[in-house]
């Protein structure tokens, strides 16, 4: 099963780019890479997904390299309101079954600061 | 816009009690989600469906049952509270048959048990 590994907690200021890197060694073949956010007293929120090289959308950045052993999210010129937890996760794209898949896990804790 | 209800936000009961959360989408999704979340261990799959009457227990089902009799309804049955079951617990839903597809959650019922 795949395992992903994040940093716990960053810190960053308002303004700046913020890069979370997730590592996910065992991947397989058909794994896509998705993350998400998570407001406190909210669910949480699909931001991106990619299967390799670079997907950018309105709101973020990913990056995967091509043994697609970690990925990161690149978060350009954050502001106060991206202070939430964000989960990497990786899911195959095949099969809902062997749903150890769809861990979570414990998410890094991102803090924008002014 | 798309959405995902649960039918409390808080909830307390007593030890023993049968609890029943219920969970509606009005998305037309196939697949259904049961998770709970608790500070330190991020979000665990507890059961999901994929179709009106399947199910499938997903990492940490046992204490758990669910009921799904229409398509947008997905109940989390407690059958007999205990307090190790105090937590977040999130409903979400998803589209066709790929796990990769993009999870949209509602809002979270808060469970005490006291």
């Known amino acids: 099963l795949a395992k992903t590994t994040q940093p716990i907690s960053m810190d960053s200021y308002e303004g700046q780019e913020v890069n979370i890197t997730c590592s996910h060694n065992n991947i397989a073949t058909n794994d896509y890479i998705t993350w998400y956010q998570q407001f406190p007293s909210q669910g949480p929120r699909f931001i991106i997904q990619g299967y390799k090289t670079k997907v950018t959308n309105e709101v973020a950045s990913l990056f995967i390299p091509a043994d697609r052993k970690s990925s990161t999210l690149s978060l350009p010129r954050v502001s106060l309101s991206d202070t939430a937890v964000y989960y990497c996760l990786v899911v195959d794209s095949r099969r809902l079954s062997n749903t150890g898949k769809l861990i979570f896990g414990q998410g890094t804790t991102l803090q924008v600061k002014p | 816009d798309v959405k995902v209800t649960q039918s409390s936000r808080y909830l307390v009961k007593r030890t023993g009690e049968k609890v029943f959360l219920e969970c509606v989408q009005d998305m037309d999704h196939e697949n259904m989600f049961w998770y709970r979340q608790d500070p330190g261990l991020g979000l665990r799959l507890i059961y999901f469906s994929y179709d009106v009457k399947m199910k499938e227990k997903g990492d940490i089902p046992e204490g758990y049952s669910v009921s799904r009799e229409k398509k947008e309804r997905f109940s989390l049955i407690l059958e007999s509270a205990s307090t190790n079951q105090t937590s977040m617990y999130l409903c979400?839903?998803?589209?066709?048959?790929?796990?990769?597809?993009?999870?949209?959650f509602g809002p979270g019922t808060r469970l005490t048990v006291t």
């Open positions: 979400a839903s998803n589209l066709g048959l790929a796990g990769a597809y993009e999870q949209y």
